[in-house]
């Protein structure tokens, strides 16, 4: 499986941005795609995942403002991104797990001025 994520940005606080994941390749295994976060000198984090079953999850930090969905065909998940904060700012990274395997996208950067 392969990842190309897409749609970071500047933004003031308040603000909103669309992230967006392009997954090809053996699709159909997919189990979990989630967008992670690394912030500058932090670990990555989990910030949402979805399951084949279409179940959600989030981190507390985000919940309320971010929803993870992606399209029927499961090519693409997207994060949309409401009432950002500056603590919102990092890298954001596309993930697919599939069978015992993980697949990384390339991150793409957001950040949110205050």
């Known amino acids: 499986v392969q990842l190309q994520a897409s749609g970071g940005g500047l933004v003031q606080a308040g603000g909103s941005l669309r992230l967006s994941c392009a997954a090809s390749g053996s699709i159909l295994s997919i189990n979990v795609m989630a967008w992670y976060r690394q912030a500058p000198g932090k670990q990555r984090e989990l910030v949402a995942a979805?399951?084949?079953?279409?179940?959600?999850n989030y981190a507390d930090s985000v919940k309320g403002r971010f929803t993870i969905s992606r399209d029927n065909s499961r090519k693409r998940v997207s994060l949309q991104m409401n009432s950002l904060k500056p603590d919102d700012t990092a890298v954001y990274y596309c993930?697919?797990?599939?069978?015992?395997?993980?697949?990384w996208g390339q991150g793409t950067q957001v950040t949110v001025s205050s």
């Open positions: 993930n697919a797990k599939h069978g015992l395997i993980t697949s």
């Open positions: 979805i399951r084949a079953g279409g179940s959600t």
